[in-house]
Nanobody
Framework: QVQLAESAGGSVQAGGSLRLSCAAS????????MAWFRQAPGKEREGVAA???????TYADSVKGRFTISTDNGKNTLYLQMTGLKPEDTAMYYC?????????????????????WGQGTQVTVFS
């Protein structure tokens, strides 16, 4: 069973950058569709970005052009490079895996709902 663990998030000034990591253990994530979600207080969880085993990516409109999702299969790790951060990006960020191997789906999502989740990491952007 794969376990996912996000790196520590952090606080950054608006306009700054931050990179999140999600290390997988227990099995390889090769072949999975991997994704990042976020949830701000009082708001629903939203899909931010997803990447499948072919390297196809999809992004939510709110982050497209600012965030980049990537994987390093050798390190069994998922990344989210965030640039041009805005206060509205403040949220708890979660990495997730869709193990059904159908690839990416609608914007910011894998084709299927994730079956595996990390514990989450806080990102705070202050103006």
């Amino acid at each position: 069973q794969v376990q996912l663990a996000e790196s520590a998030g952090g606080s950054v000034q608006a306009g700054g950058s931050l990179r999140l990591s999600c290390a997988a253990s227990g099995n390889s994530i090769r072949g999975y569709c991997m994704a990042w979600f976020r949830q701000a207080p009082g708001k629903e969880r939203e899909g931010v970005a997803a990447i499948d085993s072919d390297g196809d990516t999809t992004y939510a409109d709110s982050v497209k052009g600012r965030f980049t999702i990537s994987t390093d299969n050798g390190k069994n790790t998922l990344y989210l490079q965030m640039t041009g951060l805005k206060p509205e990006d403040t949220a708890m960020y979660y990495c997730a895996a869709d193990t059904a191997m159908y690839g990416v789906g609608r914007k910011g999502h894998c084709h299927n709902p994730p079956g595996l989740w990390g514990q989450g990491t806080q990102v705070t952007v202050f103006s």
